[in-house]
């Protein structure tokens, strides 16, 4: 059975959901998920599993992002990007570069973040998106969010349609669960001239990068799946099994502690051949044992399984 992730360069326009329906039908097989949504306007990095390796995909979900971005200062919409109507249109004439750096390093580091009304958060069991279509308007909690870089490449002044903008080209690394457009909505509200996204490309999910993912007319080709053993060394640390190690997770049992401090995510752990054997909690302290959290060879295909 195939199994395994494929790094999907997600054209614009497509859903996340579209890409796992292509997905399906290209692997033959409806068990496939992706970790984590990109807006239909967005580009980029999109981490698809199939089968076992749908399993990897809650480990990738909460890794960090690494987005390009072109934000627009002196307007700002509905959306917080460039699909939404315009709301209110602000002179950008007086405003200098060194007052929007100031402004990102301010947006950078540990923030708090109120996502973007028309996010896919739940309210009452509704979208937030849903609720903002239908009239309603709809206020989300600030959560924390961590900016690990908020780099300015270019900035450049415009005019359209008599209007005045900013267009800065930036490189963001972030956390999980941070909304890029809120951030160019804020960088706008800072500088008291509002501000929306015309541009996002999401360059890297994790230890997965632009540079490995394929688009659709290749995945046509080749799918050019990542094996659950390379995906699993390149996403947690990693411990090699002896044998008997190997038998014994293999049938669900505990084994002796490894003797690295514990990670704060699961290890891998592999068989003596290479084969993934299990997901780890490895506590790291002799006199304890490592439980596995997932086991991906069970007892009838572990090597020395019959034994």
């Known amino acids: 059975m195939l199994s395994g992730l494929v790094i999907v360069d997600k054209p614009q326009g497509w859903t996340s959901h579209d890409v796992v329906a292509k997905m399906r039908r290209l692997a033959g097989t409806r068990k496939v998920g992706h970790a ?20 990897l995909l809650t480990y990738i979900v909460g890794t960090s992002k690494t987005y390009t971005t072109t934000i627009r200062l002196g307007q700002s919409t509905v959306t917080d990007d460039a699909e939404g109507e ?10 200098t570069e060194q007052q929007i750096r100031q402004a990102i390093a301010g947006l950078t580091g540990e923030i708090q973040q109120v996502p973007s009304s028309v996010s896919a958060i739940k309210v009452n069991g509704e979208r937030s998106y849903a609720r903002v279509r239908a009239g309603e308007e709809v206020e989300l909690a600030a959560r924390a969010v961590t900016i690990e870089r908020f780099e300015l490449h270019e900035l450049r002044r415009g005019q359209a349609e008599g209007m005045e903008f900013v267009d800065l ?24 001239v509002g501000g929306h996204l015309t541009a996002l490309r999401r360059t890297a999910v994790g230890p997965y990068s632009i540079d490995q993912a ?38 669900g049992r ?3 502690a490894g003797e690295l401090p514990p990670p704060s995510q699961p290890v891998a752990a592999f ?12 506590p790291g302290q002799a006199g304890k044992n490592a439980k596995a959290v997932l086991v991906f060879a069970p007892a009838e295909n ?3 399984g019959k034994a």
């Open 86 to 95: 315009t709301t209110s249109i602000s002179t950008t004439t007086a405003l």
């Open 169 to 192: 080209d930036a490189t963001v690394e972030c956390s999980s669960g941070t909304y890029i457009r809120a951030l160019a909505r804020d960088l706008g509200q800072q500088l008291s």
């Open 214 to 251: 394929r688009s659709l007319e290749q995945l046509e080709e080749d799918l050019g799946v990542l094996e659950m053993g390379q995906a699993a060394r390149a996403l947690m640390p990693v411990r090699e099994l002896s044998q008997e190690e190997t038998i014994e997770l293999s049938f």
């Open 302 to 304: 572990a090597v020395g």
């Open 271 to 282: 068989a003596p051949d290479g084969t993934l054997v299990a997901l780890l909690e490895d």
């Open 254 to 256: 505990r084994i002796p």
């Open 36 to 55: 984590g949504t990109l807006d239909p306007m967005a580009t980029g990095v999109l981490v698809i599993g199939i089968n076992k390796a749908t399993r």
